[in-house]
């Protein structure tokens, strides 16, 4: 059995974090410029059944029955294997690295997965169409995050844009004028399960303000998907200022986080938001060609830690 190379992109969200969990649409894209890669091969002189997972980035290094069920690479590849239907594949080694920061809103866990499940049923001699793919990097997020709405492994699945609305068919739509986009990391991890976590607390306990604010970013992710449609990428930085708005008033930003999206607003971004669950992980600018440098150094004077540029296309 040859070996099999697979890798996944990372992605951010445009619009619409949270309210997404709730029904609202949200708009996400991939960063082809980090991902995660896996190698699936085979093991000589194993026995049936046995898988090894080495994944130095995470001190991983062990025969998969050594994992626990929660662990996320392992329940990856037990998930894919109930999706073959199969109980004792040939013996097989994964090695699994990846270039997207952890626990930073760029979706490091769902590249895994879908990374995963691609090489092993590749490897198997059953490549999984994108849809399971899709599904198994779903069941994995639902270990780590509890309600997540889907749309990390629908947009790193399909590598494509997509206006997501939870428990619809994936939607993608035409980018009429290529846009440029700054992602800057506050360098502050921040598990997005916990920033879920308390906004649903919060919409328990001031049910109508919290579901006005839905709507609102609701609304906000429809009007940007015309404006992408239409080229309207100056409307796109107004519409992006207007969702950090709310997600300030969802108590679901930091002080870091606003100090860069205002750092790129002064510095003349079209337009700035935070991205992903927020209280750390990083803030997206949509900034014009010429005015990248402007914006990188005033966002780098602003504390970032790190900065990728991806155009959206
Ligand atoms: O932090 P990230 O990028 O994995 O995204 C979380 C997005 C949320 O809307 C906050 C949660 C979700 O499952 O959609």
Do not use: C, W
């Amino acid at each position: 059995m040859p070996a099999f190379s697979t890798s996944a992109p990372g992605k951010v969200i445009l619009f619409g974090e949270h309210a997404v969990v709730y029904g609202q649409p949200a708009i996400a894209v991939p960063v082809k410029e980090i991902s995660a890669k896996v190698i699936a091969s085979p093991l000589i002189n194993a026995s049936r059944g046995v898988i090894r997972i080495e994944a130095p980035q995470v001190s991983i290094d062990s025969d998969m029955a050594e994992l626990s069920d929660t662990d996320p690479l392992a329940a990856a590849v037990r998930a894919t294997l109930k999706a073959l239907e199969i109980e004792q594949p040939p013996a097989f080694k994964l090695h699994i690295s990846s270039s997207i920061p952890l626990a930073a809103g760029l979706g490091s866990g769902a590249a895994v997965s879908v990374a995963i499940a691609r090489a092993v049923s590749a490897f198997i001699g059953k490549p999984l169409p994108d849809e399971r793919v899709s599904a198994i990097a779903f069941e994995v997020e639902k270990l780590h995050h509890g309600t997540p709405s889907g749309i990390d492994n629908t947009v790193i699945t399909y590598k494509k844009p997509v206006y997501f609305v939870r428990g619809e068919p994936i939607q993608t739509f035409q980018v009429a004028v290529p846009f440029s986009l700054l992602i800057a990391d506050t360098g502050i991890p921040s598990p997005t399960r916990i920033a879920v976590g308390d906004v649903r607390m919060a919409l328990e306990s001031e049910p109508e303000r919290f579901d006005k604010i839905f709507r609102q970013i609701g609304e906000i992710a429809k009007k940007a998907k015309n404006a992408i449609e239409a080229g309207e990428n100056q409307k796109l930085g107004s519409l992006m200022n207007e969702n950090h708005g709310y997600l300030k008033e969802m108590n679901v930003s930091s002080a870091e986080l606003d100090k860069l999206v205002e750092a790129a607003q002064a510095a003349g971004a079209l337009g700035a938001k935070l991205s992903g669950g927020g209280r750390g992980g990083n803030m997206i600018a949509v900034v014009n060609t010429n005015d990248f440098e402007a914006v990188e150094k005033a966002i780098q004077a602003a504390g970032a830690k790190g900065m990728i540029r991806t155009t959206v296309q």
